[in-house]
């Protein structure tokens, strides 16, 4: 099994900036991606981004392409989301979870362990 561990939510202006991290621990050999998603009140989940664990290709929600940026460091199991000119409408609860098998990484379907989640608010 994976565990993971988000942190680094909390309320910021727009405009503002805030960093995600999310902690992996357990079978973390076994991990082929990492993705970040995000679900508002009264909506799906969605995709925001992903990073393949080995090779470190990422993938970006159109949304998002241009303020947040997805990076890993192996050695510290952690996945980190830079998010950028933030906007109201990006307020939100924050998922990161883990793909064990290759797919296109944009589904929440396709992960299969998740993290508590982090609250991000974006007051305007």
């Known amino acids: 099994q994976v565990q993971l561990v988000e942190s680094g939510g909390g309320l910021v202006q727009a405009g503002g900036s805030l960093r995600l991290s999310c902690a992996a621990s357990?079978?973390?050999?076994?991990?082929?991606?990492m993705g970040w998603f995000r679900q508002a009140p009264g909506t799906e989940r969605e995709f925001v981004a992903f990073?393949?664990?080995?090779?470190?290709?990422?993938a970006y929600a159109d949304s998002v392409k241009g303020r947040f940026t997805i990076s890993k460091d192996n050695a510290r199991n952690t996945v980190y989301l830079q998010m950028n000119s933030l906007k109201p409408e990006d307020t939100a609860v924050f998922y990161c979870?883990?793909?064990?098998?290759?797919?296109?990484?944009?589904?929440?379907?396709?992960?299969?362990?998740w993290g508590q989640g982090t609250q991000v608010t974006v007051s305007s």
């Open positions: 990073i393949n664990w080995s090779g470190g290709s990422t």
């Open positions: 979870a883990s793909s064990l098998r290759i797919r296109s990484g944009t589904r929440a379907y396709e992960y299969d362990y």
């Open positions: 357990g079978r973390t050999f076994s991990i082929y991606r």
